[in-house]
């Protein structure tokens, strides 16, 4: 730390985080638009290109985000013609997010995406695994203690 002062913002691990993450999402901006999709969208389209038919509760866990944030994501997405959404029929409260085959199309140019922004971070593919690593670690850290 160059600054000894503990409260300034470059000291901050927080700041740090949250200014990469937005330096991610605006990476991601210009790979998406020609898909049509916004960050938020594209996270949960890579949900279920890796796993079809969650329940919308599973994606808003493995997001990290309640299940009435991502509905108005989800809507759009049907709208769109990428998923569609499907109630059970046991139980009508659960609701199944299904890729459309318009869905399904958009997962090559979703590998392509990964390459471009491997290429954007400009770190080596073995640094790059660490730190998503410690990230992880510190996200579940971070939810053990405020559970």
Not at 13 to 30: D, G, H, I, R, V
Request: charged share 20%; hydrophobic share 40%; glycine share 6%.
């Amino acid at each position: 730390m160059a600054n000894q002062n503990p409260l300034a913002l470059d000291n901050q691990l927080c700041f740090s985080l949250y200014s990469a993450s937005l330096a991610m999402t605006q990476t991601y901006k210009p790979l998406l638009d020609p898909l049509g999709l916004t960050y938020p969208q594209y996270l949960v389209m890579l949900i279920l290109w890796e796993q079809d038919g969650l329940q919308l509760q599973e994606i808003g866990r493995r997001l990290g985000q309640k299940s009435g944030a991502l509905t108005p994501v989800i809507k759009r997405l049907e709208a769109e013609g990428r998923v569609q959404r499907v109630r059970d029929s046991s139980d009508i409260r659960a609701l199944s997010i299904q890729l459309t085959p318009a869905g399904n199309m958009l997962r090559e140019q979703g590998l392509e995406i990964q390459q471009c922004l491997l290429e954007a971070c400009a770190i080596d593919i073995t640094e790059l695994i660490e730190l998503k690593e410690k990230l992880d670690t510190l996200r579940k850290n971070l939810h053990a203690n405020t559970d």
